[in-house]
Structure formats: structure tokens, C-alpha cells
């Protein structure tokens, strides 16, 4: 793969990643204003530390978890020089699939063989 092409799809991985994390951050802080604002005692950092947690478990939907997780494999995958190859059949995927979605890891035709496995189940 192109390496200009590569960075662009790193970059387009970090910004949705970056979008989710964002999307934790709002949430954790408007956890620790919800408690700040009940006067709770106790050491804040220590609230804000279960806050945050809580948060990362539960708050985030089960959509986003899994999203994160997919951004991240695709990263790590960069990083081990096996990126844009599917992990199904080991053939390249195609480019333009890889930028319109950067954290694909199978081909088009692995894909639609697990969608319809999937729907006849």
C-alpha cells in the first residue's frame, strides 16, 4: 500500500478514535460536575476515578466498545506491517474500502460471506 494512502487512513483511525475517546471525556465530566454539584465528601480525584471508570463500562454503548476495539486492532495492525490484509482469507483488501471504512479487517468477500451466515441465523 501507498504509504501517502496509509497515512491518510492512520490519520482517519486516530480522528474516530479521538471522537470516541472525546465522547468519554464529555460524559466523565459531566459526571464529576452531577457530583461536585451534590457537595459529596471524599476525595474527588478518588470519585472522579470511579466516575471514569464507570463511565468506560457502562456508559459507553456496546456499539462504541466494540468500535474502539475494531480502531484499535486496526492500529495495532498497522503497527505489526499486517494492515490491509484480511485476517479471514490473507488476500489484500481493496484501497477504496480501506478509506471509506479504516478499521475493516476482511475483504469485501469475506464480509458479505459472514453477513449472510449471520442473517441465516
Known amino acids: 500500500m501507498d504509504k501517502k494512502v496509509l497515512n491518510k487512513i492512520i490519520k482517519k483511525l486516530n480522528m474516530k478514535k479521538n471522537e470516541i475517546l472525546e465522547t468519554i471525556d464529555r460524559e466523565l465530566q459531566n459526571e464529576i ?18 466516575a471514569y471508570d464507570l463511565l468506560v463500562n457502562s456508559k459507553l454503548s456496546e456499539k ?19 494492515y490491509g490484509r484480511c485476517v479471514a482469507c490473507g488476500n489484500n483488501i481493496e484501497e477504496k474500502r480501506l478509506l471509506a471504512i479504516p478499521e475493516a479487517k476482511k475483504c469485501i468477500v469475506c464480509k458479505a460471506t459472514e453477513e449472510k451466515k449471520n442473517i441465516l441465523m
Open 64 to 82: 462504541e466498545q466494540e468500535k474502539l476495539g475494531e480502531i484499535r486492532d486496526a492500529l495495532k495492525r498497522v503497527e505489526e506491517n499486517v
Open 33 to 50: 460536575d452531577d457530583i461536585k454539584s451534590e457537595n459529596i465528601t471524599g476525595d474527588i480525584v478518588d470519585t472522579a476515578n470511579t
